[in-house]
């Protein structure tokens, strides 16, 4: 039996409605979703009052002034979790935010071409650097080693007289791996460079404050810690300048045309409250449930390489090589018996290619291949910790060598059809 630990709460009603209408795995198999860095489920307080904003805050009747006061409302509760001293932009999510802070920072100053990042970011900055460097802009990506440390001396060294910003993220989505993000702040402030941060995995997981770190620029998300989806934020420090990149009518201080999600940001600001509220308690019991699922997991297969086990991690994320195994089919394998977890980044994963970011990270292409992303919520409990424990036994035992990589890709393996085919086992 596996140690207890003390349960939030569970997934609840409205959750274990979602499955049973959805749901196609084994019969009467207990769901467990464990793809929380992908997105979450919104929390039922958020919930609630999701379906009661509706007025354009830019209308003078009183409706228009009440969903104005609910929009400052929640711009006010998140710059308080951050305690900052700037500005929150209400955008449509982290990926807007990413772009808005890239190419805003940059019509300000035009005259520097040289930018810095690594090669384990998220797409959004990804695809965006790609697209400067094709209108001139040179890139350097500081490098990142096989457990996912950035080389902080490298990141010194690179930065030029030229270098219009640095854009780093706080947690990498796919390792859980926290950068030492007070030290980067502080090697590229001491520069004179701006810097932007890709908080979008952090924020309400990890406590930071803005008054104690200056960074200049900062994405979050609400989808990431139980709010609704399509809605999220950029933070501006007091002073800085960025051009819009969406043109219009005059929202969100002129920087971010467009009516506001107002639904959107008053579920964010409370999805920010709740999570900031305990956050301090919920790090130390997502961090055991991590743990216990660690530790059981190399009981059960020893052949696990734990990516970044050594360094400062979410306490939410575990990613594993599960090694001479083929981690789609395991995920497959996982997914007919109710359990949901990924092979990575939801924005790459139904690509037949490895993750970006294990390449970044210079992982071979066989042990990348392997690997299985688990990423709990504050609301996962012991129990289901235990049941996917259980279940990943019952699979080791039952498919054995079927899991293992198929070297004729142009046939299906035996563990595909055994997946297809799958039914209710009598254990």
């Known amino acids: 039996m596996l ?10 009603p409205s959750m274990n409605i979602y499955f049973s209408k959805h749901q196609k795995s084994i019969s009467n198999a207990q769901t467990v979703y464990l793809d929380n860095n992908a997105t979450t489920f919104m929390a039922p307080e ?8 509706f007025g354009n805050p830019s209308s003078l009747h009183t ?17 308080q979790t951050l305690n900052a001293d700037g500005n929150i932009i209400f955008t449509s999510g982290a990926t807007e935010s990413n772009t808005l802070a890239i190419k805003g920072i940059l019509e300000a100053q035009p005259q520097k071409k040289h930018l810095i990042t690594t090669a384990v970011e998220h797409l959004s900055i990804i695809k965006n650097f790609n697209d400067l460097a094709k209108r001139g802009y040179e890139i350097s990506y500081i490098p990142i080693s096989s457990d996912g440390v950035i080389d902080l001396d490298d990141l010194s060294n690179t930065i030029r007289s030229d270098t219009a910003l640095v854009s780093v993220m706080h947690a990498n989505n796919e390792t859980g791996v926290v950068f030492p993000i007070a030290d980067i702040v502080r090697i590229v402030k001491n520069k004179g460079v701006y810097i932007h941060v890709d908080a979008a995995q952090t924020f309400g997981k990890i406590p930071i404050d803005l008054s104690q770190i200056p960074i200049d620029l900062m994405s979050i998300s609400a989808h990431k810690l139980h709010g609704p989806k399509g809605v999220g934020g950029l933070f501006i420090k007091n002073g800085i300048s960025i051009s819009p990149i969406i043109y219009g009518g005059n929202q969100e201080m002129g920087i971010r045309a467009g009516t506001e999600n107002v639904p959107g940001a008053v579920g964010f600001g409370i999805a920010s409250n709740l999570a ?20 059981n997991i190399k009981k059960l297969y020893p ?22 195994i083929d981690g789609r089919v395991l995920l ?3 997914d007919k018996y109710g359990i949901f977890a990924s092979a990575g980044s939801a924005c790459c994963s139904h690509l037949d290619k490895t993750s970006h970011v294990l390449d970044g990270m210079g992982i071979d292409p066989n042990t990348a291949r392997s690997v299985v992303r688990f990423s709990l919520s504050r609301f996962t409990t012991s129990s289901e910790i235990q049941h996917v424990i259980s279940t990943l036994s019952r699979i080791l035992l039952r ?3 079927a899991l293992k990589p198929n070297s004729k890709p142009d046939k299906e393996c035996s563990a595909c059809n055994a997946i297809k085919s799958l039914e209710a086992p009598n254990e």
Do not use: W
């Open 3 to 12: 140690p207890e630990v003390n349960a939030h709460k569970s997934l609840g």
């Open 46 to 53: 958020v919930s609630k009052v999701y379906q009661f904003q």
């Open 63 to 79: 409706i228009g002034r009440k969903a104005f006061s609910e929009l400052s409302k929640a711009r006010s509760l998140i710059k």
């Open 276 to 295: 900031f509220r305990n956050i301090d308690e919920n790090y130390t019991y997502m961090k055991n449930l991590r743990d216990m699922l660690e530790k």
């Open 303 to 324: 052949h696990v390489d734990i990516i970044g086990f050594s360094q400062n991690r979410l306490p939410s994320t575990s990613c594993i090589a599960f090694k001479d």
């Open 332 to 334: 497959q394998l996982l």
């Open 399 to 401: 498919y054995g060598n």
